[in-house]
């Protein structure tokens, strides 16, 4: 939703990287070119003069910080207002000291109230709740059964005594609901109420009856990210004739220009609190206003992508894989090959988790294009080999690799590709684990890493040229001892012993300084 945005802003920080410092006509061009940015993303034009003014009075105040440049300075200025207008804090649901919770979803017809209201339930119930949906727009035709749909898929009960579809009074309902919550101890309520195509007296009327009826403990107006300026104004709307606690973005996955998720925390007051972005139950998560801006200005959200893969990665099933790595003897096969990558197809598409790395805007035509179908291909590559081939891949002859491929409907050129990259990854991998890549000169504790490039024929060949006698062989490097979840290891490897002076392979010249000769 954000891409054009983004891209607008970006080539305005990259305009500036080249000087060493700012200029009042630098600032004013840069502030200018971030205005129209923000205009054509269609935010409020009293948001984007708010914006601009306290961009400037923290640029002009600003201390200039040696360790920035002044596209990171303007970075860093806009980076903190954009937070700001998306409503700074992230704001949690509240629960009540008595149960149950009730969360009621108010907005217009096409919004996403039924379908956010099972994504809402299911994110409650991975949180440890137990979560009841309430059917209470009993007008729009086959909302009953879509909820119930909606619930089942997403295995949360579904509270509807009425058909809908004109019959019944939703008051009733949401007033029951209550109650039956109450008896069988589910401890939030989520109630899906109906919409209109448009704002209307009918409306809230109804609203306001159902939120008199259940006095609930949040009221979450559900906006569809898609329709712009006309958000912000039916949120004004709903915030005068029934009011809200929150906000919910649906259809942030849409591709408007985002201009209602820019300007209706600022507008109404009220904070965002939920954002869907995608048609599955699972795309859904709370609304962090630092991690959008952060992707926003292509800086990246490790911190949604570490709560995904910690989400989604069996520490155990982890932690087992890292051992057979580090044993360095092989037993990392293809098997843990694919658990592992499964685990990373079950984090949401490879377009998804790679555009949440930092820097990956300027590679969106190159991520957009990536093939999903790639990792069925060699789901189906390493299914079709016996449990020995995927153990010790050695095994796979020229015979064993046709009937692979035939098994798998691949060619023998997709098998030999894979086995590959995967020979390749797991030998680099180990080399990492066990000290370092090799060929680095000057690095401590890598293979072959003296200053005469590593190597004994290499070491003889310089200590020729230098006349003297070639340096001592180099220590062997001891295999790793530690776990890999040994403290002060990166990405689960052991950690490293500081490096001795002995561990360099130095030339005598420089070695009598280590050694105190002169």
Do not use: C
């Not at 217009?108 to 709740?129: F, I, V």
């Not at 109420?193 to 006095?215: F, P, S």
């Not at 220590?475 to 002060?488: E, K, M, Q, R, Y």
């Amino acid at each position: 939703m954000f891409d054009t945005l983004s891209d607008r802003l970006s080539a305005v920080f990259r305009n500036l990287r080249g000087k060493g410092r700012l200029s009042e006509a630098d600032l004013t061009e840069t502030l200018r070119e971030i205005r129209l940015a923000l205009l054509e993303a269609d935010v409020n034009l009293g948001v984007v003069k708010d914006f601009i003014a306290a961009v400037r009075e923290k640029a002009v105040g600003a201390q200039i910080h040696a360790a920035l440049n002044p596209a990171q300075q303007i970075i860093q200025i806009v980076n903190a207002e954009l937070t700001e207008i998306l409503g700074g804090q992230t704001r949690t649901l509240r629960f009540a000291k008595q149960p149950p919770t009730v969360i009621m979803l108010a907005g217009l017809q096409g919004a996403g109230k039924t379908t956010l209201a099972g994504k809402l339930g299911k994110w409650l119930k991975d949180q440890g709740h137990s979560p009841l949906l309430v059917a209470a727009d009993l007008q729009r035709p086959n909302a009953v059964t879509q909820l119930q749909v909606v619930g089942e898929r997403a295995g949360v009960h579904v509270f509807a005594p009425e058909p809908g579809n004109g019959v019944g009074d939703p008051v009733a309902v949401a007033r029951g609901a209550i109650a039956h919550a109450t008896t069988k101890l589910y401890d939030v309520v989520i109630v899906d109420t109906a919409g209109r195509l448009g704002v209307d007296a009918e409306l809230m009327k109804q609203a306001a009856d159902i939120r008199d009826a259940v006095n609930p403990t949040e009221v979450l107006f559900v906006v569809d990210a898609m329709i712009g300026q006309d958000a912000v104004n039916t949120a004004n709307a709903f915030a005068e004739g029934v009011g809200f606690d929150g906000v919910v973005l649906s259809k942030l996955d849409g591709d408007a220009r985002g201009g209602a998720a820019l300007s209706i925390a600022k507008v109404t007051g009220k904070p965002i609190m939920f954002a869907s972005n995608g048609e599955g139950l699972g795309d859904f998560d709370a609304f962090h206003p630092d991690r959008m801006a952060g992707r926003i200005l292509d800086l990246g959200d490790v911190l949604t992508l570490i709560e995904q893969a910690q989400k989604t990665f069996d520490a155990e099933e982890s932690a087992r894989a890292a051992e057979k790595l580090l044993g360095g003897k092989g037993d990392f096969g293809l098997d843990d090959f694919l658990q592992q990558m499964q685990a990373v197809r079950r984090m949401g598409p490879l377009s998804k988790i790679l555009g949440m790395m930092p820097g990956m805007g300027q590679m969106k035509d190159q991520i957009a294009g990536i093939d999903e179908r790639e990792i069925d291909r060699i789901e189906a590559i390493i299914y079709s080999m016996t449990p020995a081939e995927r153990s010790d891949p050695k095994l796979l002859n020229g015979s064993r690799r046709l009937r692979i491929a035939n098994g798998s409907g691949t060619k023998v050129s997709d098998v030999n590709a894979l086995v590959k990259r995967f020979t390749e990854a797991r030998k680099m991998m180990q080399m990492m684990a066990g000290g370092g890549m090799p060929g680095m000169p000057g690095m401590p504790g890598m293979p072959g890493a003296g200053f005469a490039g590593g190597g004994k024929k290499r070491q003889a060949k310089a200590a020729k040229k230098r006349k003297g006698p070639a340096g001592p062989p180099r220590p062997a490097v001891a295999p790793p001892t530690a776990t890999p979840t040994a403290p002060g290891g990166a990405f689960g490897l052991p950690a490293q012993a500081p490096a001795a002076p002995g561990d360099f392979q130095l030339p005598p010249e420089l070695a009598k300084l280590f050694d105190g000769q002169k």
